[in-house]
């Protein structure tokens, strides 16, 4: 790790990434500070700067490779689990730092939840998928309490009425929209502050895709909220901010709605406009 | 316009090819636009009634042009789904073909006023009104290289020419009353003369549109009317 430094002193860096940082009032909910990352000799990222701000969705974009996922994975340290990666440089929750040794992964993993692009409930009923992390962070002193939680959480993910008379029925045997909609649920079960969304609608239909679209947006009233994606018009229609990030550095950080009408970077208008490499 | 504004090429080449189609149809309808803007100002000066017939049955080429563009337009909306300066081309294409219409109708509504103009005996023509007719004529023209070349600085060159076409209008009005008054048996024909300037008039203010939305389509902003208004 760099020595951590305050973000005030970073953000009045000239520095371009930096730049479109300083300009933002935001509440500041994550902070990223010289991310650097290694797969082994490979370098991943490079030299990131980036403040997604409380209660806003955030998208990252760009093209396969560009280590979009990769950075998201730095949140909650979900590169912990690949021995040969590296990261130096400083990300913070609330102004404490993530990778400080004091940090317990798993409880930084109950703050910062993760949806994946495949829906992956456990091979268990739908709901003991939901009351799984409340179980292990004895978020419930009983039953009743632990059965709330649940309704709750099904009812966060916009699946309550679809399956509140089958729930002890396998998690695995809803559709793929309704799956993906369960793993928000068993998201949200723990009260994370953040929620990091890899690629949550690729491998959904389009009707599914616009209800995981419209819980996104819901979800923001409670959740600060990170997304990648391939599919621009979603980053378009559910963020509020979009980096783009191309061969491992970040390239343009904004308001959504500039970066798709008129980006400041060339590269990043040749990127949504399809005219890249 | 007839060029792509960015050099580099779409990985889906059709896209580029639709970008192009869509552009060649804008400049085709401001060619047939400009040319009767031209020759209504010729009809007016010269008493040609044959060419006032000619601007009149352009009119149904420039209307089939504006529908077209309309509708490959929303197409290009609907199937490329286009961002960024693409989706600003698009979008101002759209509004330039409506204002392009609109330039073609008043050189129509010209037109059909020099038909009966040209039945009237000989009457003294105000110098004025040819000298505004050449200024719009020339804006049309030039702010179609703009859009062709791209070019902001001539889009506001004309943009900023808009102000003499207005100080033109205001001088022609006050000749035309003044006229009137002094022989009421010219009213007819002055009022006849009145609504061809109004005419012009508006087609300054259309090419005006034009050049502002030249500007949001390579600029991506909205260029600042008060700060660049001529005194």
Redesign the interface.
């Known amino acids: 790790m760099v020595a951590a430094q305050p973000v005030s002193t970073l953000a009045s860096s000239t520095d371009k990434a930096t730049e479109a940082i300083a300009g933002n009032a935001r509440s500041v909910k994550v902070a990223a500070r010289g991310v650097n990352l290694w797969y082994g000799d490979m370098q991943a990222l490079f030299d990131v700067n980036i403040d997604i701000a409380a209660n806003e969705v955030t998208s990252f974009i760009g093209a396969s490779g560009c280590g979009k996922s990769t950075f998201l994975r730095c949140f909650n340290r979900m590169n912990d689990t690949i021995p040969i990666c590296r990261i130096k440089g400083d990300i913070r929750l609330d102004g404490n730092d993530i990778n400080d040794k004091s940090i317990d992964v798993v409880q930084l993993r109950a703050r910062v939840g993760m949806v994946f692009q495949k829906p992956n409930p456990f091979p268990k009923t739908i709901y003991d998928n939901v009351a799984y992390g409340p179980r292990i962070h004895g978020l419930a002193g009983n039953k009743s309490e632990l059965d709330e939680i649940v309704e709750n959480s099904l009812k966060g993910a916009g699946l309550w009425e679809e399956v509140r008379d089958r729930l002890g029925q396998p998690g695995n045997g809803l559709s793929g929209g309704q799956q993906q909609r369960l793993c928000i649920a068993r998201a949200i079960a723990v009260s994370p502050e953040v929620i990091l969304m890899d690629e949550p609608c690729s491998a959904l239909d389009p009707i599914a895709t616009a209800r995981i679209e419209e819980l996104i947006d819901e979800l923001r009233e409670d959740f600060t909220i990170v997304i990648v994606t391939h599919n ?2 979603q980053a ?1 229609r559910v963020s509020q901010r979009t980096a783009f990030f191309h061969l491992g550095k970040l390239i343009e950080f904004g308001p959504t709605e500039k970066l ?4 400041n970077q060339s590269m ?3 990127y ?6 | 316009m007839g060029e792509l504004p960015i050099a580099k090429q779409h990985t889906v080449r059709s896209f580029d090819g639709d970008l192009k189609a869509l552009a060649d149809r804008i400049v085709h309808m401001g060619a047939i636009a400009e040319q009767q803007v031209a020759n209504a100002v010729d009809a007016i000066s010269h008493r040609r009634h044959d060419i006032a017939v000619k601007v009149i049955e352009d009119d149904i080429l420039v209307d089939g042009l504006e529908e077209e563009i309309d509708q490959y337009a929303i197409r290009l909306l609907a199937i490329r789904q286009p961002l960024g300066m693409d989706l600003r081309i698009v979008a101002m294409a759209l509004k330039l073909s409506n204002d392009l219409e609109r330039i073609s109708d008043y050189a129509v509504s010209i037109a059909k006023r020099a038909q009966r103009l040209a039945e009237e005996p000989e009457f003294r023509t105000l110098a004025m009104l040819p000298r505004m007719g050449q200024t719009c004529q020339s804006m049309v023209k030039d702010i179609l290289d703009a859009l062709l070349e791209r070019d902001t600085d001539k889009a506001m060159s004309v943009w900023t020419r808009d102000a003499e076409v207005d100080r033109l209008y205001e001088t022609l009005f006050q000749e035309l009353v003044k006229t009137v008054q002094e022989d009421p048996r010219r009213a007819a024909i002055c009022i006849d003369l009145m609504f061809v300037a109004k005419n012009l008039e508006r087609i300054g203010d259309h090419t005006t549109n034009i050049a502002e939305k030249i500007h949001y389509m390579i600029h991506g902003e909205q260029i600042n009317r008060m700060r660049n208004r001529p005194s």
Do not use: K
């Open positions: 621009m018009q378009g798709f009408t008129n980006p990043t208008q040749d949504i406009t399809g005219r890249f490499g």
